[in-house]
């Protein structure tokens, strides 16, 4: 039911994440801004109720802080990470950020290391970032994540989106005190499902049979997801079914899945 829009009254925070809490009945928003995660009722006013965030996350640089939330009404665990550091397009760097767990209540439960990919660029760039704005928790405990290159050249000709979709397996906790530089680190174990351009983010449907998931793609990556399925090299286990234009298209994952899924 659309019930319009809602507002809180309060100024704004950049945010970013949602995630709903059937439990309560409630939505959780995350603020790139505030660096925080709260709670709202479904008038859209603060219930008063905020995820109780380490206080690591508060050395995020604005904008370069929490976006990605998702949650699992199954593992009963709410997830978000930092977007990214700062970077740039000429370094190759691979991201380290940190996964941050809560339970119902709202209460931190554990972070994980996570070490996204190189990004595609080495040229000089106008803007460029590079980081994970999107988690989908599944129901076995891992988590599909979304890492997202975005380039703009000097001339804005060539710009892109890459994206990069990942399962990934928490494993092996930090605490807080922990240093990503360390060589010792241990990362998340994570297996590329596809990669695309120009994906605004995954989002996500269990079927009744729950053996199904369907990420959605914008009618902007049309083509180039009919190449992908279309393509020998893509898993058979890739249902190919494209919706007609302007519909998006849906790309069904379907169990079982080899290493993921």
């Given at each position: 039911v659309n019930r319009g829009f809602c507002s809180s009254q309060l100024a704004n925070r950049d945010g970013e994440g949602i995630a709903y809490l059937p439990v309560s009945q409630t939505v959780l928003i995350s603020g790139e801004a505030d660096g925080r995660i709260l709670e709202y009722?479904?008038?859209?006013?603060?219930?008063?109720?905020?995820?109780?965030?380490?206080?690591?996350?508060?050395?995020?640089?604005?904008?370069l802080g929490f976006e990605a939330l998702g949650y699992n009404a199954d593992t009963h665990r709410v997830w978000t990470c930092n977007d990214g550091p700062r970077s740039d397009s000429r370094n190759g760097a691979r991201n380290r950020l940190r996964f941050q767990s809560f339970d119902e209540a709202l209460k931190p439960i554990a972070q994980y290391a996570y070490l996204t990919d190189a990004p595609l660029s080495t040229r000089t760039s106008?803007?460029?970032?590079?980081?994970?704005?999107?988690?989908?928790?599944?129901?076995?405990?891992?988590?599909l994540v979304l890492e997202r290159?975005?380039?703009?050249?000097?001339?804005?000709?060539?710009?892109?989106?890459n994206c990069r979709l990942f399962q990934a397996?928490?494993?092996?906790?930090?605490?807080?005190?922990?240093?990503?530089?360390?060589?010792?680190?241990?990362?998340?174990?994570k297996h590329l499902l596809t990669r695309l351009r120009h994906v605004p983010g995954p989002t996500s449907d269990r079927w009744?049979?729950?053996?199904?998931?369907?990420?959605?793609?914008?009618?902007?990556?049309?083509?180039?997801?009919?190449?992908?399925?279309?393509?020998?090299?893509?898993?058979?286990?890739?249902?190919?079914r494209a919706l007609p234009h302007p519909l998006p298209i849906c790309l069904v994952l379907r169990r079982p899945f080899p290493q993921f899924l």
């Open positions: 009722d479904p008038n859209g006013q603060l219930t008063h109720r905020e995820a109780e965030v380490p206080a690591i996350y508060r050395k995020a640089d604005r904008n106008a803007l460029f970032a590079m980081g994970v704005p999107t988690i989908t928790p599944l129901s076995d405990g891992s988590l290159e975005f380039y703009v050249s000097p001339a804005k000709l060539g710009s892109y989106v397996w928490p494993d092996t906790p930090l605490t807080s005190e922990d240093c990503l530089n360390r060589d010792d680190v241990l990362y998340m174990a009744p049979a729950g053996d199904h998931l369907c990420v959605r793609l914008a009618r902007s990556v049309l083509r180039g997801a009919q190449r992908l399925v279309q393509d020998p090299c893509c898993p058979p286990e890739i249902a190919r």
